[in-house]
T-cell receptor, first 115, second 113 residues
Framework: AQKITQTQPGMFVQEKEAVTLDCTYDTSDPSYGLFWYKQPSSGEMIFLIY??????QNATEGRYSLNFQKARKSANLVISASQLGDSAMYFCAMRGYNQGGKLIFGQGTELSVKP | EAGVVQSPRYKIIEKKQPVAFWCNPI?????LYWYLQNLGQGPELLIRYENEEAVDDSQLPKDRFSAERLKGVDSTLKIQPAELGDSAVYLC???????????FGQGTRLTVV
C-alpha cells in the first residue's frame, strides 16, 4: 500500500524567513516520484517541485527545494525567504512506478506567512 | 498557453438531482484525471484516462458516477442522482503522459442540499 503522511496541519512563518514542511511516505514500488503542490484559497492545485526516487541530487525550483532522505522515506519541502503570497495549503504527493499515473496525496499543511 | 479549464466553478443542487462537470485539458496532454477533494483532505483519484480510454476507474462509484472523454480531449463527469455526501471539490488534471507532472484546474465546488 502507498501512503503519504503530513503531520503538520498548520504552520506559521515570519515573512522573509525559511520554513520546512514535513512529508513522509510509504511505498513498495522500487521506483517512484514525489511531488509538492500548492493550493491557494482559489482552489487550483499548483505544481511546485518534483523529485524522482533515483535522482542523486535534491530538487530545487527557485525558492523551493526538496530535502529528500530516501532511507528515512521523507521528502520535506523547504521554502526560503517566505512571502505573503506563500500562504496556502501545501500537499505532498507520490506516484509509484506500478501505479500508472495515479497520485496519492497527503492531508496537507496550511501555511500562514506573517508580515 | 491556457491551463486546465473546468466549469462550472460552483454548483448548488438539491439531492437526487443530476449534475455534470466539464474539463478541457491542456492542449496535447494525453492523460486526464478526475480527483475528488473533500474538505480538509487531499485529493483522491476517481478516474484516469489515457486518450479516450479509461485505464483506472477503480475508485469511481459506478452506481451513480459516470465519465467520458470523447475524442480524447474534453471530459465530463456526471453524478446521477447526487447525494448529500457528494458535496466536495471535483478537480480535473492533465499531463503529457502518465509519467510527467500533472497540472490541475481550479476545480468545481459542488454543494448538495
Amino acid at each position: 500500500a502507498q501512503k503519504i503522511t503530513q503531520t503538520q496541519p498548520g504552520m506559521f512563518v515570519q515573512e522573509k524567513e525559511a520554513v520546512t514542511l514535513d512529508c513522509t511516505y510509504d511505498t513498495s514500488d522500487p521506483s517512484y516520484g514525489l511531488f509538492w503542490y500548492k493550493q491557494p484559497s482559489s482552489g487550483e492545485m499548483i505544481f511546485l517541485i518534483y523529485q524522482g526516487s533515483y535522482d542523486q541530487q535534491n530538487a530545487t525550483e527557485g525558492r523551493y527545494s526538496l530535502n529528500f532522505q530516501k532511507a528515512r522515506k521523507s521528502a520535506n519541502l523547504v521554502i526560503s525567504a517566505s512571502q505573503l503570497g506563500d500562504s496556502a495549503m501545501y500537499f505532498c504527493a507520490m506516484r509509484g512506478y506500478n501505479q500508472g499515473g495515479k497520485l496519492i496525496f497527503g492531508q496537507g499543511t496550511e501555511l500562514s506567512v506573517k508580515p | 498557453e491556457a491551463g486546465v479549464v473546468q466549469s462550472p466553478r460552483y454548483k448548488i443542487i438539491e439531492k437526487k438531482q443530476p449534475v455534470a462537470f466539464w474539463c478541457n485539458p491542456i492542449s496535447g496532454h494525453n492523460t486526464l484525471y478526475w480527483y475528488l477533494q473533500n474538505l480538509g483532505q487531499g485529493p483522491e483519484l476517481l478516474i484516469r484516462y489515457e486518450n479516450e480510454e479509461a485505464v483506472d476507474d477503480s475508485q469511481l462509484p459506478k452506481d451513480r458516477f459516470s465519465a467520458e472523454r470523447l475524442k480524447g480531449v474534453d471530459s465530463t463527469l456526471k453524478i446521477q442522482p447526487a447525494e448529500l455526501g457528494d458535496s466536495a471539490v471535483y478537480l480535473c488534471a492533465s499531463s503529457l503522459t502518465r509519467s510527467t507532472e500533472a497540472f490541475f484546474g481550479q476545480g468545481t465546488r459542488l454543494t448538495v442540499v
